[in-house]
């Protein structure tokens, strides 16, 4: 009885998560079937393994360009908000200062801002400082993450108070404490919010979308979206598109499965 | 602690005292540590948002002079119909979206969870579309919408019901892109419960068993009892979500918020207005609104999920 329980309840979950790759699957074979196989009634779910759309998609469009956009936007964010996450985190941790409760709420604030309120300044500020259609203007409003201050301060709490003593009896100053010790001891933590900051640039687009109007700088998901709202009937061409923005997030996904949904358990949700 | 903890109570600081005379000195460290995140936050969340108010102020002109505008945007905005449609719809979007979020988030946690291989391999692929693009996705699910060729309306012929217009029909379109969003975005509300249920002692699961409670009792009187906090936060959460709801709307009508405005969101028109038309400061003091809106609702979310929520 038990173990009939368990096998109907085990056959529901493999159903159901194999029910949230379908929408995902169904775009794949549309864009690898034969053509006379698209428009057909009931839908086609056994792909003809034709990847002519593919090439003909990649090469009517500049999906490499944007690409290397993404990663090269991505990848700068990485480093600049790391930086900056480590610094913070460092701080509100490790060095005893007055303010440490009003500096924690400023944080908390950020969190309570809608982020779609500070399109509109942060367009303006762009246009000013002449940013508007660069990767720069893409790059600069995600240089601080307060979700990975969050993460990185939670980590940090959980070491050992008695390395930071005994590194300040031996004359370690706080440089020389960060350097050596909280950031090898970090790595994974540090790691995970480097994969965040990578999924939150590839998927992002309001903010790229209002910023940039070249693809000479824009990432993929704009491109994708110029795609859709240009060309909406062309269905297998979509849909090889789609996989070039979604298999990579796929991915890595599978590379780094641990990871992310050991970040995302401990997040709020929080992209950037 | 974790950012659940910092969202719904005000965490304990865990400062450590420092009188002495090296105090000047760690503050000027402190200062150092500080200045690059803030002075990120500062250029790119805390001066824009006071701004962002500002701009509805005032009206600007091709030749980049300013004019005070008073209360005129705001006047405009609340003798706009489309912007009270654009509110009207992102409410009825909100209000489909967090009941159903809830219970659907509930029941799969529920479902899925257990420490085996086949239910981790399961629970990988709910949060999956999560870290998906929603342009991306949006595509398959257009084509699973398809009137005539979408595999939806094929399942809907195979039991015998009448097929549905999906996006193309101004009732459907809102609940199409409701299922969308439950779809991409469920995941993770279902990956922070398991974890929230994880964390509950075995013992006390275990001695409601031996008691005689079964498998419902344990999951209403002990298992939701104890993860509210995790549920409260997903309320909270869903709800400012669902009010700022934009990627979703713009991939899935083609950026138009069609048929018939029925999925035009309140961001998307304000998107509309500032960067199709190039009217900002008339999109400012509709954010401004918007923003008003959703600090009100999550206000009111949090005195109501304070009153439900159990803290151990």
Not at chain 1, 257 to 266: D, E, F, N, V, Y
Not at chain 2, 55 to 81: C, M
Not at chain 2, 240 to 261: C, K, R, T
């Amino acid at each position: 009885m038990r173990t009939i329980a368990y096998g109907l309840r085990a056959a529901a979950a493999l159903a159901l998560g194999l029910a949230f790759l379908l929408p995902i699957y169904i775009a794949f074979v549309t864009s690898i079937d034969r053509p006379q196989d698209v428009f057909v009634y009931p839908p086609h779910l056994v792909p003809d393994w034709n990847f002519s759309v593919w090439v003909q998609t990649w090469q009517g469009n500049t999906w490499m360009f944007a690409i290397l956009n993404t990663v090269v936007i991505a990848l700068t964010t990485i480093a600049i908000a790391l930086a900056t996450t480590v610094l913070c985190a460092y701080a509100l941790v490790y060095i005893p200062f007055r303010g440490r409760a009003a500096v924690w709420t400023a944080l908390l604030a950020v969190l309570m801002i809608p982020e779609q309120a500070l399109l509109i300044p942060n367009f303006v500020t762009m246009a000013k400082l002449h940013l508007v259609d660069t990767r720069i203007a893409q790059i600069l409003p995600y240089g601080a993450s307060v979700f990975g201050v969050f993460l990185l301060r939670q980590h940090l709490l959980t070491l050992p108070r008695e390395y930071h003593d005994a590194a300040k009896i031996d004359g370690c100053g706080h440089l020389a404490f960060l350097w050596r010790i909280v950031l090898p001891l970090s790595r994974p933590v540090l790691f995970t919010i480097a994969l965040y900051i990578f999924i939150g640039c590839w998927n992002s687009l309001i903010w790229p979308l209002m910023v940039t109007s070249s693809p000479r700088v824009q990432p993929i998901e704009v491109l994708l979206s110029t795609f859709l709202t240009q060309d909406s009937s062309n269905w297998q061409g979509l849909s090889a598109a789609a996989m070039f923005a979604t298999l990579p997030m796929i991915a890595l996904f599978i590379l780094f499965r641990r990871p992310i949904l050991r970040g995302l358990s401990k997040s709020s949700g929080i992209n950037g | 602690m974790s950012v659940i903890d910092a969202f719904v109570r005000s965490p304990a600081q865990t400062a450590a005292p420092s009188p002495g005379p090296s105090r000047l000195r760690e503050g000027i460290w402190a200062a150092c540590f500080l200045a690059p995140t803030f002075a990120f936050l500062v250029a790119f969340v805390y001066a824009p948002a006071l701004l962002a108010f500002a701009l509805a102020f005032f009206n600007f002109h091709p030749g980049g002079t300013a004019s005070y505008a008073g209360l005129s945007n705001f006047h405009a905005a609340l003798s706009d119909p489309l912007f009270w449609r654009s509110m009207a719809n992102t409410g009825l979007y909100a209000l489909m979206m967090v009941p159903s979020t809830l219970v659907l988030s509930v029941a799969l946690a529920a479902l899925l969870h257990a420490n085996r291989r086949l239910f981790r391999f399961a629970q990988s692929l709910v949060v999956l579309p999560y870290i998906t693009p929603a342009v991306g996705t949006a595509i398959g699910w257009l084509w699973m919408y398809n009137p005539n060729f979408g595999i939806l309306n094929a399942l809907l012929r195979d039991v015998g019901l009448r097929p549905i217009g999906w996006l193309n029909s101004p009732e459907w379109a809102m609940p199409s892109v409701v299922l969308y969003s439950l779809w991409h975005g469920i995941g993770f509300d279902v990956l922070i419960l398991l974890s929230a249920m994880s964390q509950i002692p075995e013992g006390v699961l275990e001695s409601a068993r031996v008691d005689g409670a079964g498998p419902w009792t344990r999951l209403f009187r002990i298992t939701l009892p104890l993860i509210s906090p995790t549920l409260f936060f997903i309320a909270v959460m869903t709800t400012i979500g669902s009010l700022q709801a934009f990627a979703q709307v713009y991939a899935l009508s083609l950026s138009g918020g069609g048929p018939e405005n029925a999925t035009l969101t309140a961001l998307l028109y304000i998107y509309q207005q500032a960067f199709t038309n190039g009217q900002f400061s008339y999109a400012a003091a509709m954010a401004a609104m918007l923003v008003i809106c959703i600090f009100a609702v999550t206000a009111l979310t949090r005195w109501i999920g304070h009153r439900f929520t159990f803290y151990q």
